[in-house]
């Protein structure tokens, strides 16, 4: 099993570019979230999604937009990239009985410049 | 809404040095409580969990007990390897959600092992 698989792993984005994030996950697993990290910052929910072709927001989801057509991937688009956006994106996702318990992707790591 | 503090790092210690690293919480009611660890260049992976009061959660030599009288959850190892070097950071899990609608994560704590 891959796990949970993110791509692309680095980027680059003038501000106002478009871009959107995949996360990919053969565990089937019910829960998958996206989380941003910034130095000092830990790390905060930006979305997340309970089940296929359902999305809810987090705790910063200004910006972002996802969603879940598959149940075993979940994108995240920035329509406007902002200087403020850049960060290190985690893809995380958990199974129905441990939502707790999340398997985390490798990153990905945005510079808007 | 809920809230994590973890201790400010980084953290530095001597191979076998006993290893404290604090956590607190706010939160409505009695949370689940977590450290998930991050080692250089991967995402985070759970270390160990508490789901109710007095609870102790123990993995590869690191404990931590939900002290409800206190809202803590401190990490702690006895004698620490160059191999735990990683970012360590303490979460809890909404009671409504139990995490399904996400972790609420402290800052972080980096812990650098000198051999």
């Known amino acids: 099993n891959a796990g949970v698989t993110q791509t692309p792993k680095f980027r680059v984005l003038k501000t106002g570019q478009s871009m959107t994030l995949l996360c990919a996950q053969d565990?089937?697993?019910?829960?998958m979230y996206w989380y941003r990290q910034d130095p000092g910052m830990g790390l905060r929910l930006i979305h997340y999604?309970?089940?296929?072709?359902?999305?809810a927001k987090g705790e910063v989801p200004d910006g972002y937009n996802v969603s879940r057509l598959k149940k075993q991937n979940f994108l995240l688009g920035l329509e406007s990239a902002a200087p403020s956006q850049t960060s290190v994106y985690f893809c995380?996702?958990?199974?129905?009985?441990?939502?707790?318990?999340?398997?985390f992707g490798p990153g990905t790591r945005l510079t808007v410049t | 809404g809920n809230s994590v503090t973890q201790m400010e790092g980084p953290v530095t210690l001597s191979e076998e040095a006993f290893l404290t690293i604090n956590c607190t919480y706010t939160?409505?009611?009695?949370?689940?409580l977590f450290w998930y660890v991050q080692y250089p260049g991967e995402g985070l992976q759970l270390l160990l969990k508490?789901?109710?009061?007095?609870d102790k959660g123990s993995n590869k030599g690191f404990e931590a007990t939900y002290r409800k009288e206190t809202t803590s959850f401190h990490l702690e190892k006895g004698s620490v390897q160059v191999s735990d070097s990683a970012v360590y950071f303490c979460?809890?899990?909404?009671?409504?959600?139990?995490?399904?609608?996400?972790?609420?994560f402290g800052k972080g704590t980096h812990l650098i092992i000198q051999p």
């Open positions: 995380a996702s958990s199974y129905l009985g441990t939502p707790y318990e999340q398997y």
């Open positions: 565990m089937n697993h019910e829960y």
């Open positions: 999604s309970v089940g296929e072709g359902t999305t």
């Open positions: 939160a409505t009611g009695y949370p689940s």
């Open positions: 508490a789901t109710k009061a007095d």
């Open positions: 979460a809890l899990s909404s009671i409504s959600g139990g995490g399904a609608d996400g972790l609420t």
